[in-house]
């Protein structure tokens, strides 16, 4: 590696497991990544015989899944420091697949939330092999749908596009989640957000937990985009699709709350993801450097690229720092959004910073697909717009501030 992790007193077990997490980066992470991204056509990425399906398969059997299984030995402490290594190195392997590998397990956490043993043995099962979303964003509505502590979040006349009624024992959904639900295609259940009690606005939602196989349940194609394109992404339809009234586990009373902790607990992810794709790109570039011969020399040699390259060095170092101590503090005490929103956007907006100061290192050929830094910058690129745009975030950051 050509940044050292210098985390103080790392056990035999973190250093096994970032380790383990770096190889399957390596070997299996980046080639795929690689050759989805260059699918023209985004049906080829969830094809039958797409490599896609090698990575998921091969995340599950190493057990990197069973971080957020639930029930481990470890303390909240042991877990947060292997949960921010592994994640490092899965951002450091294709930042697309470690977000859909990330959000395969959402639809666990509430079905462990809700503490109904029904829900937890339909749901939670280790050899399980559901993939799940996170079905937030909306046709209208996107970053909106987070900002809890904005005046809109209140207003009733802000109208969703995806409501459930109640009738009976059962929910009823009817609407639309956008095409920006991540594995929105490929999904098998949908921890789905929607608007519980109109009169309420945003406010008045809910979490479901929703089957896809389910009746009334339909897809959009996968969506066709400028990054992370091995990020299966796509809307989801709901006509009059019924679940058990014990499917909803999280009402309108609590809705506003849980809307906080999981962008928390999401931005801190997030963070943690794009540091390691700022690492990539810090190491693409010093690789070049001493490869690259300008002027009868290495461009290392040049005052002006080591400049660059120390500035992204420091980048680097410092995003890592932050997303590293927010993921700790998440898990051992209750988590403060504003630092995660803090770790999200300093870690993505510094991703692509360094990505694009490593393209003007590579010059020409970094605009060139036969060099891997072109694919950084635009994964790079799509990190400030999604898990809540940088610019919206910041201000529901900044409430937390007085």
């Not at 103080?8 to 990544?33: I, N, T, Y």
């Amino acid at each position: 590696m050509a940044l050292l992790d210098i985390e103080a007193e790392l056990s035999d077990q973190e250093c096994a497991a970032r380790d383990a997490a770096h190889k399957f980066a390596e070997e299996v992470m980046r080639p795929a990544g690689a050759a989805l991204d260059r699918m023209p056509d985004p049906d080829d990425v969830i094809a039958r015989d797409s490599v896609l399906w090698r990575v998921f398969d091969r995340f599950r059997e190493l057990g990197f899944d069973a971080l957020d299984a639930g029930e481990s030995d470890l303390s909240p402490a042991q877990l947060a420091r292997l949960r921010f290594l592994v994640n490092e190195e899965l951002g450091w392997g294709d930042a697309g697949l470690a977000i859909g590998l990330g959000v395969a397990g959402f639809h666990r956490f509430f079905a462990r939330l809700s503490g109904r043993p029904e829900l937890v043995e339909r749901f939670c099962d280790p050899a399980g092999r559901d993939i799940g979303c996170w079905a937030v964003t909306e046709p209208d509505h996107g970053s909106d749908t987070l900002a809890f502590d904005q005046p809109h979040f209140h207003d009733p006349a802000i109208r969703a596009n995806c409501i459930a009624r109640k009738e009976g024992a059962e929910w009823v959904i009817r609407g639309q989640k956008s095409a920006w639900v991540s594995n929105g295609t490929i999904a098998t259940v949908a921890a789905l957000f929607c608007t519980v009690d109109p009169s309420q606005g945003f406010e008045g939602g809910g979490v479901a937990l929703v089957p896809l196989d389910l009746p009334g349940v339909s897809r959009g194609r996968p969506l066709d985009k400028l990054g992370q394109r091995a990020l299966n992404q796509g809307e989801i339809f709901f006509d009059e699709v019924r679940i058990p009234e014990s499917y909803m586990v999280v009402g309108k009373e609590a809705y506003g709350f849980v809307v906080e902790q999981v962008l928390a607990m999401a931005n801190a992810a997030m963070g943690t993801i794009f540091v390691g794709v700022a690492r990539a790109a810090f190491e693409h570039a010093l690789a070049y450097a001493h490869e690259r011969v300008q002027g009868g020399m290495p461009i290392f040699r040049h005052q002006s690229v080591k400049a660059r390259l120390f500035k992204a060095f420091a980048q680097v170092e410092a995003a890592r720092a932050l997303a590293r101590r927010v993921a700790l503090y998440n898990a051992t005490h209750p988590p403060r959004v504003q630092y995660s929103i803090a770790s999200k956007v300093f870690c993505t907006q510094s991703a692509f910073e360094v990505a694009s100061g490593a393209l003007q290192i590579y010059g020409g050929n970094g605009l060139s697909r036969e060099y891997p830094i072109e694919k950084l910058l635009r994964d790079a690129r799509a990190s400030m717009i999604e898990d809540g745009c940088n610019d919206l975030l910041s201000l529901v950051g900044a409430e937390k501030l007085w």
